[in-house]
């Protein structure tokens, strides 16, 4: 799943923490969970505002749980609105997804003052080394000129506007017609994904600026 990979780009083997500020990784996972669900179809967006295209329940629980939530309060349709509401707990959420599916396990640390802080990771040599695949699949896939998927150039996209793409692209200095094709393969995404990919950097932007003050 589209957000699955993001959350493991995302996220630090070692230590469950993540790369990004919180509130950019739970953008970018709320971008990339109304992604699958414009890619199965279900949801469109246009001009900024998001509407359903179909409401039969996909598969996955939590897409199923997602477009649930749309179609009973279809009346609010700006995608932006829907980033920042979804980017709350879209982390633990996603991370519950991996977990179901043996991707993580929860780890339970102590805190100063006695507090504890639960994180989702792999924490297995074969969970570590998906999770790695994970941003390595697609940085090999650029440097060879491959051909992307949608869901992996909307991967791509997420990426880039969320500000992880040194992260992705690390080691591969000595390819920057990588970094310079990055714009013209997003602006290759249908009108819906581009869109999302555009109001999620808008997004990151408005959050961090925010966040500075």
Same mark, same amino acid.
């Given at each position: 799943? #589209?957000?699955?990979?993001?959350? !493991?780009?995302?996220h630090e083997d &070692?230590?469950?923490?993540s790369r990004l500020h919180p509130r950019a990784t739970g953008l970018g996972l709320a971008a990339a969970l109304l992604?699958? #669900? =414009? %890619?199965?179809?279900? $949801?469109?967006?246009?001009? @900024?505002?998001?509407?359903?295209?179909?409401?039969? *329940? *996909?598969?996955?629980?939590?897409? +199923?749980?997602? %477009?649930? #939530?749309?179609?009973?309060?279809?009346? +609010? &349709?700006?995608?932006?609105?829907?980033?920042?509401?979804l980017a709350?707990?879209?982390? %633990?959420? =996603?991370?519950?997804?991996l977990m179901r599916v043996g991707a993580v396990e929860a780890v339970t640390r102590r805190r100063m003052l006695?507090?504890?802080q639960t994180l989702y990771m792999p924490n297995t040599a074969r969970q570590r080394n998906a999770a790695a695949w994970a941003s390595t699949r697609i940085a090999n896939?650029? =440097?060879r000129g491959m051909e992307l998927s949608a869901?992996?150039?909307?991967?791509?996209? $997420?990426?880039?506007?969320? @500000? !992880?793409?040194? +992260? =992705?692209?690390?080691?591969?200095?000595n390819y920057p017609h990588i970094y310079h094709g990055l714009p013209s393969m997003i602006a290759s995404l249908p009108n819906d994904l581009r869109e999302l990919v555009e109001c999620t950097e808008s997004s990151v932007g408005s959050a961090l600026t925010v966040g500075r003050r």
């Open positions: 799943m #589209l957000a699955d990979q993001y959350y !493991l780009i995302a &070692r230590t469950g923490r992604s699958e #669900l =414009v %890619l199965e179809g279900r $949801i469109g967006v246009s001009e @900024g505002d998001l509407f359903i295209i179909d409401q039969r *329940p *996909p598969r996955d629980a939590l897409s +199923h749980d997602i %477009l649930d #939530l749309l179609c009973a309060q279809s009346q +609010h &349709r700006d995608v932006r609105t829907w980033l920042a509401f709350q707990d879209s982390a %633990l959420r =996603v991370a519950e997804r006695g507090s504890t896939m650029l =440097v869901s992996d150039r909307m991967l791509v996209g $997420i990426v880039v506007a969320t @500000g !992880l793409t040194r +992260h =992705v692209m690390y080691g591969f200095e």
